[in-house]
């Protein structure tokens, strides 16, 4: 069984510009959420979406968004990037249903903002 | 408002110890406790989960124990190995509501000496 995936593996942005990451989950995992890493913040919660729904979201600025779609992969948007969002972006995978389920990662998108 | 520390931030130990890694919550109400490794600049990989239920999970050389009443989690590493070289995470997954969000600790930074 493939793991998660996530696409691209490193970007490279100027301040002010926007940027699509994306998330392929395991199949049959309908349930996947992102986190960001940074040195100084450790890993923090963005949002999770489930059977395209959101169904949580962590202290972020608007500028962060997510979408999920009917096959589970998911995307999210940072617009007006700016340098303190360089980090790596993980994203979660599971089955979503029930409440005790494992949790398996992607190997993250490097973004840095220059 | 859950809060994760891990100690200690960093171990050095020589190749063939047995050690243990620290993890504490503030909060009980948790559905379960999750273990990860993190090679530098990769995505997390999942090495144990134990449900709130439950006092332990081992796999191979991994132990891990769960005092939901205390706090406190630990990872038990036998025979430690220099492959075993990477920053350990543990993050718990909160009671109430359904949502996969995590709350993880600083990690701990283990080197193991050949």
Redesign the interface.
């Known amino acids: 069984k493939a793991g998660?995936t996530?696409t691209p593996r490193y970007l490279i942005k100027t301040r002010g510009q926007q940027v699509t990451l994306s998330c392929s989950p395991i199949s049959g995992h309908r349930?996947v959420?992102w986190?960001q890493q940074t040195p100084g913040q450790?890993?923090q919660?963005l949002f999770?979406y489930?059977s395209e729904t959101q169904?949580?979201k962590?202290n972020f600025p608007g500028r962060f968004s997510g979408r999920q779609f009917s096959n589970s992969r998911s995307e999210m948007n940072v617009s007006t990037l700016e340098l303190g969002d360089s980090a790596?972006y993980?994203c979660?995978s599971?089955h979503?249903a029930d409440?005790?389920?494992?949790?398996?990662?992607?190997?993250?998108t490097?973004l840095t903002v220059l | 408002k859950q809060e994760v520390t891990q100690i200690p931030a960093a171990l050095s130990v020589p190749e063939g110890e047995n050690l243990v890694l620290n993890c504490s919550f503030t909060d009980s109400a948790i559905y379960n406790l999750q273990w990860f490794r993190q090679d530098p600049g990769k995505g997390l990989t999942s090495l144990l989960l134990i449900q709130s239920s439950q006092r332990e999970q081992t796999s191979g050389r991994l132990n891990a124990s769960l005092d939901k009443s205390s706090g406190r989690s630990t990872l038990y590493i036998a025979a430690s190995q220099p492959g075993d070289s990477a920053t350990y995470l543990c993050a718990v997954r909160r009671d109430g509501g359904a949502t996969n969000k995590l709350i993880f600790g600083t990690g701990t930074l283990l080197a193991v000496q050949p």
Not at chain 1, 99 to 108: D, L, T
């Open positions: 998660v996530q349930s959420s986190y450790g890993l919660f999770e489930f169904r949580n962590g790596l993980l979660a599971s979503g409440r005790y389920n494992e949790q398996f990662f992607g190997p993250g490097r």
